[in-house]
């Protein structure tokens, strides 16, 4: 009960909302450039993740290799930082004040997943 009242809180108030509009930009863009597909299936998994995270956290693929470790470059590079700087803002903007500090940390764990985002997946945390 409380992950569902602090997703329903983050989604209104923590900038959920925003954060995974900006990966919905990201995805849509990669899908429009057809050799970026995965890229913005990835995108999805992190806008998804970035709307509900509280509960759930990212694990890496057993089966992820070099070409998803150059494709992570390749992604930092394009998309990455700008998409890790906006949850960096938010999450400070978020901690000035006390309540809003839960939605900050929050903010800080989704940008190592905004910043290396494929051989990694959303599963739901113990």
Known sequence: MIRFLLNLLWLVFGGGFVLALGYGVAALICFLLVVTIPFGVASLRLASYSLWPFGRTLVSKPGAGIPSGLANVLWLVLAGWWLALSHI?????????????????????LVPAALWPLGQEVVEAP
């Open 89 to 109: 803002l938010a999450g400070i903007a978020l901690c000035v004040t006390i309540i809003g500090i839960p939605f900050g940390v929050a903010n800080f764990k």
